[in-house]
């Protein structure tokens, strides 16, 4: 089996959908877990028609404090409703007919690929990563068929903290591998 790498500007797309309703409610950001969370921030007197639109099945990120949080704050937006996010954030697509959304936001949940975007941070106080920089990262690709396989049994790990121990106690270095912990 030929596996390859591929560049991440190969297959992200930016998304530049705004709001365009100037006091939504349901404004998300994303925590430290790669999920995304209301809001903390109090929204009364702010103008979110500048504020970006998150379609289903596409990513927000918000690559201004990777140096300082040591994380890609990156969430994949699983709903079937469009999600509200800073004007800070980019918002991207996948080309699905090249990676799978749900593979990719596998391999960005990975304590490896946290490590290296910190890695390719600028020198400023925050530690940004620029867009450009991001697409220069390159990415395994295995075929669709395995994509989804290896982000289906991601998923099933991740979701269920009993099958997660019993996968552990079986191979702990299966686990450890796919949910991206150094073993």
């Known amino acids: 089996m030929e596996i390859k790498k591929i560049k991440i500007g190969s297959f992200a797309n930016l998304i530049s959908k705004k709001c365009n309703v100037?006091?939504?409610?349901?404004?998300?950001?994303?925590?430290?877990?790669?999920?995304?969370?209301?809001?903390?921030a109090n929204m009364s007197e702010i103008d979110t028609s500048r504020y970006?639109?998150?379609?289903?099945?596409?990513?927000?990120?918000?690559?201004?404090h990777i140096g300082r949080d040591e994380i890609i704050p990156v969430a994949l937006n699983s709903t079937v409703y469009d999600l509200i996010v800073?004007?800070?954030?980019?918002?991207?697509?996948?080309?699905?007919?090249?990676?799978?959304?749900?593979?990719?936001?596998?391999?960005?949940?990975?304590?490896?690929?946290?490590?290296?975007?910190?890695?390719?941070?600028?020198?400023?106080?925050?530690?940004?990563?620029?867009?450009?920089?991001?697409?220069?990262?390159?990415?395994?690709?295995?075929?669709?068929?395995?994509?989804?396989?290896?982000?289906?049994?991601y998923n099933a790990i991740t979701r269920n903290a009993n099958l997660r121990a019993r996968a552990s106690n079986i191979c702990p270095v299966l686990v450890k591998g796919a949910l991206g912990d150094s073993p």
């Not at 100037?22 to 903390?40: L, S």
């Open 52 to 64: 970006n639109v998150v379609p289903p099945d596409s990513f927000a990120a918000n690559f201004m």
């Open 86 to 153: 800073s004007p800070a954030y980019f918002v991207f697509e996948v080309t699905k007919s090249i990676i799978l959304s749900k593979y990719f936001y596998m391999i960005m949940s990975s304590s490896e690929f946290d490590r290296y975007a910190w890695f390719c941070t600028d020198s400023s106080v925050r530690g940004n990563l620029d867009w450009d920089r991001f697409c220069e990262i390159e990415v395994t690709l295995p075929s669709i068929p395995v994509q989804e396989k290896y982000a289906d049994v």
């Open 22 to 40: 100037p006091d939504a409610k349901n404004v998300y950001g994303i925590d430290i877990n790669k999920q995304f969370i209301a809001t903390k």
